[in-house]
């Protein structure tokens, strides 16, 4: 199992929801770097699972998640 990394990058993983995002989020607590590009099964709520789940992020990429959008920064 992948535990502790700082980095992850999961483009195109079309059967990524947010329950599964979320599993692979609270087993690294470490992530500084997240890219989900084209993830489009995650929605909005995405925002709120990675902002409890990971405190040191600098960097996130969620270009082409179809079901992101604006809304949720409101």
């Known amino acids: 199992a992948l535990h502790d ?10 059967q990524l929801t947010n ?5 692979m989020l ?3 607590p470490n992530l500084q770097t997240l890219s989900l ?4 099964k995650l ?3 995405i925002f709120q699972l990675v902002g409890q789940t990971c405190k040191f992020l600098r960097s996130l990429s969620l270009a082409r998640c179809l079901q992101v959008n604006d809304k949720a920064l409101e």
């Open 5 to 14: 990394l700082d980095g992850l990058v999961l483009s195109k993983c079309f």
């Open 19 to 23: 329950e599964s995002a979320e599993i």
């Open 26 to 28: 609270k087993r690294n």
């Open 37 to 40: 590009l084209g993830s489009i």
């Open 43 to 45: 929605n909005n709520n």
